[in-house]
């Protein structure tokens, strides 16, 4: 009786009397080891020590990525009364999954390549994801390094439950993806966030050696990037590593936008020297795959055991016909290459057309489908004008506070309209934003 | 300095003296209560020191369920290399799916039903999916009710994420398909063991009067039960939901072999009162759909949502063109009612060869698609005997072993070969168990 009290009044003015981490995890794994506790319970004590200090603060708000699909699904709504909406919103391609790709699908579904298959993925697409890789990129990697993945969202979560624990530290780097953050919290992990500024060319490099500590377990990176563009230099991504290196931690390189890079200096995970990183890429961009649903992880086989587990637990495997059009895709190439360029122009377009307008700032667009304009307005509200744009011109775009508190004067646009309709779709952002007060 | 080591202190003593769950939490909740701690805290809290006593007393073993994985892997191996097996280990028919359902899938695919969609599902499948069970049961199910999933095993996963938190406590009844407990500790859950016994035609609920406490959040059923192939009649599913709302526990009825059921007396939780349950259903199964991953559970619409929301961070969501074959599979009845026919057939084959033998007890199959009978050897370890006959006459079985601790004497037996070769297979199991030793 008197104990549990005792330990809860402990738990309640340390949370109270709030927390520094770094040094908290090693005394509390240098005492636990002394009493022969485990560092995994030192690590979830804190780390739910921590969780309860933010819910006290006042907790989290609702992930903005969910708050873009209920905004989207407005959109739909109004399309579906008759209305005529130009979309910009999603990062989801215009373009379809070439006939190739369809056929191949259509073709194993026929032969009855429909039954349950490994975690892993089919060895035939694990093994051609291997060679390609390894020719691109001068590497001799093997099936044994890559697992198929439910698109590239099973593929951060299953890495995220891979390499880290409930309780430790994942480090995400703002503007952002939402769901990097939201899956790391939905698992139990804390999750530090590093806030790159357009001032700063989004450069994360000093800020992750500022932050980055023995408390990191995970860095996720992708670039080319979403929303940004950005494509982050050989020279910086190997600084990364190095840092990563040094404090143990695994990093992610999130390289779905991989193939729409439109500047040099691209550089994967894979080609530089690091011990613990995982890459993860997607059918989805460059094919127009969207809703099959198929990406993969590359990473040591160890890792990789570790994700198709992961996978075999959420779901048991992914359908194998998805798999082989997968494998189709693979060998179009003239399609990925239609596609990517077709994103190039638009971006191009995209550019030229928001660089008009005094009131925005944009850069030129180096990777991924995006821009990612600065609205030079004074106490610019980035959902509020989403929603104006909406109901007055018919334009959707996604507001830049959905990549981080600190973007609210940001848009993100997505190039996946043509020519003409997008710089008609130009005009109206233009408008819509000198109307803006 | 001291106050870790304070803390550290006392939770190891805690955790070393032994732990009661049930009395532990109220307290916990209670003081934590008056210091303005959450209830979280309060159990997940306690659910790590119980994670930690376990692991000090020994660990856990790996899931059995992988172990099947294995040995289904080495017997593909043996196939490669050109020998014949009798296959009857897994849980999957050996019919495909139905041409309705192919060619509806190569449909939807060419006409590009194959872009990010609904977390939640198609509405269309949805409404389809309450539609028919409204009918089935008398009931008036809404679209809101039903969330299509990857499979059965995710609307399993998606639900115990939905009505439970880490540290609470999931009641699974063996012997049990392995997944159900793999799952539940996966996710942080503690698993509660209810061990049905053979002599009590495997009947759960006085061991559930006698278990089941206010730590439980969850029981998982499974009828017709993966491997027993019982079926609980609708009194003692009515005592268990009973008692689960006397505890405030939900409960998950795992109903995928809901159609396969070749005795009366099958209840669906979805026919009887009770404010927490839900409902979970494949097409795997009635339709031979195993490799196209596409499941649905069915409960009230806020659980619906958070089952979505899981799925949603897991994976984005699962293919459109898979949903619409799921569709399509959904009004061909036909096809379902071969196949059940078929399994059916064969169960009665399986249940008369097998009672030829005085080493083998076998009841009447009741549902589901397997047998499972105790061998009457002395000493009998079921993973022994199945890498036996698998070597010495190219028969395989999964060993009782993989659904609980308590079955090594058993064997599960898939209804999943045609009449004569099904005949033969029993004929090598009887001879390898008589040369057993």
Redesign the interface.
Known sequence: ?N?????????????KGGLSGQE?IE??EE??G?????EE??R??LG?ML??EE??RGGRPAPSG?KL?EFA?KVQELQRMGERVMRLE?G?PDF??PPSV?EA??KA??E???????ATGIKELRQAVASKLSERFGLDLKPENVVIT??G??AV?GSIEAVTK?GDEVVVIEPAWP?YA??AR?L?RRVLTIRTRFEEDWDPVEMLQEKVSKLTKLIILNYPNNPTGKILDRGSLKAILELAEDAGAWVLGDEVYMDFCYKDGFASVLELPAERKIMVNSFSKTWG?????VGYIVSDPEVAMKVA?AQ???????????QRAALAALSDEESARRNIELIGERLKILYEELSRSKLIEVKPPEGAMYVFPRIKVDGFDSWRFAWTLLEKKRVSIAPGACFGEDYNSYLRISAVLDGEPLREACRRIREAIEEYS
């Not at 104990?3 to 949370?15: G, H, P, T, Y």
């Not at 002394?34 to 485990?38: Q, W």
């Not at 009855?112 to 490994?118: C, T, V």
């Not at 637990?313 to 016909?321: D, G, Y």
């Open positions: 009786m104990r549990v009290r005792e330990l809860v009044k402990l738990c309640s003015d340390w949370i908290l005394e509390l005492e636990c002394k009493l022969g506790l485990s319970f030192a979830r004590l739910l969780d309860e819910r006290l969910l699909r699904s999603l989801e379809s999954a369809v699908a259509c579904l026929r009855g390549y429909s039954k349950y298959g490994p439910a698109g969202t099973f979560y409930p769901l939201h899956q939905w139990g795959m969207t809703g099959f649903r587990r075999n637990t959420a779901m048991t495997c992914i359908p194998e016909f998805v």
